[in-house]
């Protein structure tokens, strides 16, 4: 049976990319398989879309939804076509101003999490899988204010682009998925403590562009997915001019 396993499907850009998924890019798929802690919310998906679905409502950060989700891939054997990793999130605050639980758990989720369901999910993947990681833009240089987030996504830039490498002899891409800001609810959970973000909501993308964006760099098998002129040109600036710099530069735009 060929799946496809979406992370963080319950809401954002992990449900865009199931509804994508179910209706443009099939690829053959007989089963969706959607993780999330929302039950209900999987549920709602599931009942919308075409495709044959199971729900895993699993918190991806407590080792025994883990080792759940490990086992029922052990027992039904799939063949995984596509692995979505969207869930994650961030919590913007000085450092020491947000919890450092709340720090950890951001670790956990965003690079813990991502790297021990991408480690499972490989072993039920053939040659022509696709992964799709989501980073951010946050990955490309250091963010005073959402420093955590930012570092845990540039982990998971690095991780996506060298397992992309390491792939290629079993003919598998990775693609890190690298958004500016998108509208999502992300940012319910990101700005609870206040934000540092105002200016750069400028730049706000939808969700349907990313994805759409995300699983056509995806098909050609592109190692990174960067939607908008904005962020290519915000990436061109991160290679260009000294880190240093731009953060002090843009303690002027808060
Ligand atoms: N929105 C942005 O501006 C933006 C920009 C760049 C990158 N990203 C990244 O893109 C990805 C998708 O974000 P989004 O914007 O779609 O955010 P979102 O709407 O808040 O979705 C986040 C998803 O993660 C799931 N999740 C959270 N904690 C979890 C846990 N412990 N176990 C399992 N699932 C968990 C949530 O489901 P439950 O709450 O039901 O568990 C939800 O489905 C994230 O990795 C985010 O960091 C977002």
Redesign the pocket.
């Known amino acids: 049976m060929n799946i496809a396993i979406i992370?963080?499907?319950?809401?954002?850009?992990?449900r865009e990319s199931a509804r994508q998924l179910d209706k443009i890019y099939t690829d053959g798929i007989d089963e969706i398989w959607l993780?999330?802690?929302?039950k209900a919310?999987l549920e709602e998906l599931a009942a919308e879309l075409n495709h044959r679905t199971r729900i895993f409502p699993?918190?991806?950060?407590d080792d025994k939804c883990i080792q759940e989700f490990d086992l029922t891939l052990n027992l039904v054997n799939p063949n995984v076509k596509f692995l979505v990793n969207?869930?994650?999130?961030?919590v913007m605050g000085k450092f020491s101003a947000v919890y450092a639980k709340e720090h950890g758990e951001v670790i956990r989720?965003?690079c813990e999490?991502l790297t021990k369901v991408t480690h499972m999910v490989i072993d039920y993947m053939r040659e022509g899988a696709r992964i799709l990681q989501?980073a951010?833009?946050?990955a490309f240089m250091p963010q005073p204010g959402f420093a955590v987030y930012a570092a845990s996504?540039a982990y998971v830039l690095s991780f996506s682009r060298a397992l992309n490498a390491e792939l290629k002899e079993r003919d598998i891409s990775v693609t890190a998925v690298c958004?500016?800001?998108?509208n999502?609810?992300?940012f319910e959970?990101a700005e609870k403590n206040g934000t540092n973000f105002h200016f750069k909501k400028a730049f706000m993308a939808d969700?349907e562009s990313v994805v759409r964006k995300a699983m056509t760099d995806a098909y050609h098998r592109k190692d990174m997915s960067v939607y908008s002129l904005s962020m290519n040109l915000f990436l061109i600036l991160t290679k260009i001019v000294p880190h240093g710099l731009i953060m002090f530069l843009l303690k002027f735009f808060k």
Do not use: Y
């Not at 992370?7 to 992990?14: E, I, L, N």
């Not at 699993?58 to 950060?61: A, K």
């Open positions: 992370t963080g499907a319950s809401s954002g850009m992990g993780v999330a802690r929302r919310r699993l918190d991806l950060t969207a869930s994650g999130f961030g989720l965003n999490a989501f951010s833009s946050a996504k958004p500016g800001p998108v999502t609810e992300f959970i969700k």
